[in-house]
């Protein structure tokens, strides 16, 4: 079941420009930042009661944000929900029809395991879901 808004996330040309602009100008406060091997992103998130905005940029120039910026050059990426059941919301939703971008759940940022439901199947919004390993 999904339980909340984990993150809502923004792809970025330019990581320390985007993150100067979320920090110093909007008045956020960067609470991390994460390099993610298996989504290849550099990350830099900024909570915000109850969600956090993260940032996201490719890792080495490589992997599906560097796709996404030569495409539309950066904008918002992704809304990620929170589940308490990964494996099961993956099952239901596939039985409703839903694809997804891999196979089953991938490690993602804060240990998290992470699966995108495809946008085609979701009205264009890229759907992340994410259960904390605990
Ligand atoms: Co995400």
Known sequence: M???????????PDLEEAIQRFARDL?????????????????AFFPVP???LELVHPLRGEGPIAKYLEKKGGGLHHLCFETDDIT?????LQGLGYRFLSDGPVPGAHGKRVIFIHPKDTG?????LAQSQD
């Not at 960067?30 to 290849?40: I, M, Q, T």
């Not at 099961?88 to 239901?92: H, L, T």
């Open 2 to 12: 999904l339980i909340r808004l984990d993150h809502i996330a923004i792809a970025v």
């Open 88 to 92: 099961g919301d993956v099952a239901r």
């Open 124 to 128: 264009g919004v890229l759907i992340e």
């Open 50 to 52: 109850g969600t956090k």
């Open 27 to 43: 008045g956020l406060e960067l609470s991390g930042r994460e390099d993610v091997e298996a989504a290849k992103t550099s990350t």
